[in-house]
């Protein structure tokens, strides 16, 4: 059974940083794409970024793009998302997921994704 527990979420001023880390457990966690996702109240989750099983490929969505950075440290099974020059529209809780599918173009969708975290809330003040 997969399991992705996010952590390093909180409260920020605007302007500052937060490093959200995932650790996945119950997997070949070097075989799988993992992804960001946000929801703020109200809204429809969004996807944030993704990196390839290597991390040799990213892809950020505009919104975040020059602000966000998404890593992974395979021997670790653990995949980060560093937030920069955080914003109040930043504010939602942040999702982690695996995506079980194999040889397919990275996935910006959450119907792409089968594994869920918790999520960690990230609370960015004006």
């Known amino acids: 059974q997969v399991q992705l527990v996010e952590s390093g979420g909180g409260l920020v001023q605007a302007g500052g940083s937060l490093r959200l880390a995932c650790a996945a457990s119950g997997r070949t966690f070097r075989s799988y794409t993992m992804g960001w996702f946000r929801q703020a109240p109200g809204k429809e989750r969004e996807f944030v970024a993704v990196i390839s099983e290597s991390g040799g490929r990213t892809v950020h969505a505009d919104s975040v793009k020059g602000r966000f950075t998404i890593s992974r440290d395979n021997a670790k099974n653990t995949v980060y998302l560093q937030m920069n020059s955080l914003k109040p529209e930043d504010t939602a809780v942040y999702y982690c997921?695996?995506?079980?599918?194999?040889?397919?173009?990275?996935?910006?969708?959450?119907?792409?994704?089968?594994?869920w975290g918790q999520g960690t809330q990230v609370t960015v003040s004006s």
């Open positions: 997921a695996e995506d079980d599918r194999r040889g397919m173009p990275l996935g910006l969708r959450t119907r792409e994704y089968d594994y």
